[in-house]
């Protein structure tokens, strides 16, 4: 494989680093969630503004008619410019550009894209996490409308959202996944109530989301019924990739950050602490390599597929061991930067749990990959 940009990609990628230069934000990124939300999004609607969002998405709907390559530059090159995070909404746009219909399409991805209109995942419930196929939420058909009931938790940014792309079981007599559709719900219909979970770092990022007898017009569901679940394994397909979301070069930016604490502090580092510099930066390594591959599929026309499951497995462990070394790197709890690595390390302790727990993903590659049989249990 050559790993060099193609001449068009050299140029994009000059392009790209030449506006950057020009336009990354000079003001810090604010560290409360509630001030960083608009922090992020006007640097996201800046990047629209300008042809830098949504590149692989087709230009009818907003987006720049380009490739994965190109995705792929830009989450590399807003990575190693330590750009402010972006909102995470593509993967979101994906299902309505798979199952919508026309008018869903012209009606809600450019906005979506733009950021003029947030949309979240409304997916977890409190009895159906990791095992979404067991979700609770009802939506029932009266005449036109479907009428919506349940409880769904861990919803990502609900509380800055207007929409939510939303999971309920439409056929409760059907056998788990097969019973579940897929509905966009405004957030601002009577009976929705979105309350937010304050975290261990103190964010709100996190929001529930209550729904009694919530009406929505028959229009608003997405794809056909019973749908749900294809639509949902598309998104966490999207969702867990690091291609799309731009771990890799975060990851490099702190194994450097690190190493270059380990050099300051002494001139003989402790050999545990080389070894577990050595075992994080073999972690990337592994990771930055699947990352070549899973890319070399995407342009090669594969859709994201259960191997994202691996990309998931990867970046939490290089998270982890980031993490780790961190606090025992910045034991002084009074040192510069200590409070933000502690951050960054409760946040990466629910890496093995979000997005699908690592066991769920072990299992995905089992089944779905090797083949292997489902356990009896």
Same mark, same amino acid.
């Given at each position: ?92 746009? =994906?299902?309505?550009?798979?199952? &919508? ?5 012209? @009606? %809600? $991805?450019?906005? #979506?894209? /733009? ?124 969702? =867990?990739?690091?291609?799309?979301? &731009? ?5 490099? @930016? %702190? $194994?450097?950050? #690190?190493? /270059? ?117």
């Amino acid at each position: 494989m050559d790993l060099r940009d193609s001449p068009k990609e050299a140029r994009f990628r000059a392009r790209l680093c030449a506006w950057l230069k020009e336009n990354l934000p000079t003001d810090p990124e604010p560290t409360v969630l509630a001030e960083r939300w608009p922090y992020m999004r006007e640097f996201q609607q800046r990047l629209y503004r300008s042809g830098w969002v949504a590149l692989s998405y087709p230009k009818e709907v907003g987006g720049q008619g380009l490739g994965p390559m190109e995705e792929a530059i830009l989450s590399e090159e807003l990575g190693k410019a330590n750009a402010p995070s972006l909102l995470p909404l593509g993967h979101l746009g =994906r299902p309505l550009l798979s199952y &919508g219909t026309d008018e869903q399409r012209r @009606r %809600y $991805l450019p906005p #979506l894209l /733009a950021s003029d209109e947030i949309w979240c995942q409304g997916f977890s419930e409190p009895q159906a996490g990791s095992d979404l196929a067991s979700l609770r939420t009802r939506a029932v058909r009266e005449g036109d409308e479907w009428v919506l009931n349940g409880h769904k938790i861990w919803t990502s940014y609900a509380a800055f959202a207007d929409f939510c792309l939303l999971l309920a079981r439409t056929d409760p007599d059907a056998v788990r996944h097969r019973g579940i559709s897929a509905f966009i719900v405004p957030l601002s219909t009577p009976g929705v109530t979105v309350r937010p979970i304050v975290l261990a770092n103190g964010d709100e990022e996190f929001a529930e989301i209550f729904l009694d007898d919530v009406r929505i017009p028959e229009a608003n569901m997405l794809g056909r019924p019973a749908d749900g679940w294809r639509i949902a394994m598309d998104v966490v397909n999207y969702e =867990r990739g690091a291609v799309e979301t &731009g771990y890799l070069p975060k990851f490099e @930016r %702190y $194994l450097s950050e #690190l190493a /270059a604490v380990v050099k300051t502090q002494t001139s003989t580092p402790d050999r545990a602490i080389l070894r577990a510099l050595g075992e994080a930066a073999a972690a990337l390594e592994v990771l930055r390599m699947h990352c070549l591959r899973t890319l070399s599929d995407r342009v090669s026309g594969a859709p994201p597929g259960p191997e994202s499951s691996i990309d998931k497995l990867l970046m939490t462990a290089v998270e982890q061991k980031l993490m780790a070394l961190s606090l025992s790197l910045l034991t002084d709890t009074t040192a510069p930067g200590r409070a933000e690595w502690f951050d960054r390390y409760l946040y990466g302790r629910a890496g093995s749990i979000y997005g699908g727990s690592a066991q769920i993903q072990r299992n995905i590659l089992a089944e779905r990959l090797l083949g292997l049989p489902r356990s009896p249990g």
